[in-house]
């Protein structure tokens, strides 16, 4: 073993030594294949320090992260496990993990590295020497909640069965259901494991959102299934049908209509915002009229017909009147401007001038009129009185 006694030449020599031991164990685990191990000479060299030195070697940092950490995520079980029984690497040393998507970069324990990462026997080495199944990252995901992200059921599976609490969200109220919508089968194994299926995030988004969202038909399925409130409202208004209309979803849309109840009048505002959408959106006006024309159908089924509750006329619309009748519709379905402008007044009337959607969309046609198109070509002013209405 190398001496400890305190003389200051052997201890300068020691630090020396130490850092280059600590330098080429970086090194071997950055670059080892996986599955391999560390040569025999860097773990002789290693265990001839005393224990508290192998310590003190093995949980140093280099660009904020410790061979245990840099081990983990390239999933070097073995390694891993030498480090941490032979050498007594901290488990819970926090690291340095950049997100490959945005390329942000979080401080995360090597357990909620190797399960983003997929490394299933890396996670049951670590459990097996301590580590905290609960342990959030710095902005609070727990390391079961990163492999729901990324749909690695066994992982998942496995750090329940270890004592993994799934009902704890992010900083941001994201919860481990949110974050497995891609995927039917995680869904139901948390569902059936406790996972509170209406919880919602700091956008009070649920689950059934964020499905509908990324048009996921068979999980919204599955989520209504487990008794999903259809009706809970974002913090901009939207319930799960009105998403399924702004996100343009319209197989959701078409499920959700046949599976639940809602009045007529929210039927046909339904058919007109999903319309408005794949206009404004998708710049698709065969589509749009397909919803379009059934809504006035439906708004003449009951006796009297449900009427539109239409906004009066706008000098930002050039005072144009919202289409109710199929005669009004046909007659200007030829003129993209004047289409455009009655998308906008059905996203007025139906989400209200302060609706991020409906920003989002007159922000698009400002960036177009900056370009030069003729949008409102009625009403040159048009964009100017819009943007002063719902800024206010």
């Not at 891609?182 to 869904?187: H, R």
């Not at 599976?259 to 929210?266: D, F, K, N, Q």
């Not at 930002?316 to 289409?339: H, I, Q, R, V």
Request: aromatic fraction near 8%.
């Amino acid at each position: 073993m190398f001496s400890t006694n305190p003389s200051p030449s052997k201890g300068l020599k020691l630090s020396s030594a130490a850092e280059i031991v600590f330098r080429d164990l970086y090194e071997e685990c950055r670059l080892s294949r996986p599955g391999a191990n560390l040569c025999h000479g860097l773990r002789f060299r290693l265990e001839r320090f005393n224990e508290k030195e192998r310590k003190t070697i093995v949980n140093k940092k280099k660009d904020g992260c410790t061979p245990l950490f840099i081990a983990a995520k390239r999933g070097n079980v073995e390694i891993v496990e030498y480090l941490v029984n032979t050498c007594h690497a901290d488990v819970e040393e926090k690291g340095l993990y950049q997100v490959p998507d945005d390329q942000s970069i979080h401080k995360v324990s090597p357990l909620w590295c190797a399960a983003v990462a997929g490394r299933l026997q890396v996670v049951k080495c670590l459990v097996k020497y301590g580590a905290n199944v609960n342990c959030v990252s710095d902005t609070g995901s727990t390391p079961v909640r990163s492999a729901c992200f990324m749909t690695y059921y066994d992982i998942v599976k496995f750090l329940v069965e270890s004592g993994a609490d799934i009902t704890i969200p992010n900083y941001n109220g994201g919860t481990c259901l949110i974050n497995s919508v891609q995927s039917v089968p995680l869904c139901q194994y948390l569902l059936e494991k406790g996972a509170a299926v209406d919880a919602v995030d700091i956008q009070n988004k649920t689950a059934l959102h964020y499905a509908i969202q990324e048009h996921r038909l068979d999980t919204a399925k599955l989520l209504i299934r487990f008794a999903a409130d259809p009706f809970i409202k974002s913090r901009y208004g939207d319930d799960a049908l009105q998403t399924a209309c702004l996100k343009g979803a319209t197989e959701i849309f078409e499920y959700l209509l046949n599976e639940i109840w809602y009045p007529v009048e929210r039927i046909a505002d339904a058919h007109e915002l999903i319309g408005s959408t794949f206009l404004d959106e998708h710049h698709d006006l065969q589509i749009a009229l397909r919803f379009w024309r059934p809504a006035i159908q439906i708004r003449n089924i009951p006796e009297p017909p449900v009427q539109k509750a239409v906004l009066p006329p706008n000098p930002a619309y050039g005072n144009m009147k919202e289409y109710e009748t199929l005669e009004e519709l046909d007659s200007m379905a030829g003129n993209l401007e004047a289409m455009r402008l009655q998308s906008l007044m059905i996203c007025e009337r139906i989400l209200g001038l302060k609706h991020k959607d409906l920003i989002f969309r007159l922000d698009k046609i400002s960036v177009h009129e900056r370009e030069g198109a003729e949008v409102f070509g009625h009403n040159p002013n048009a964009l100017k009185l819009l943007s002063t209405t719902w800024k206010k």
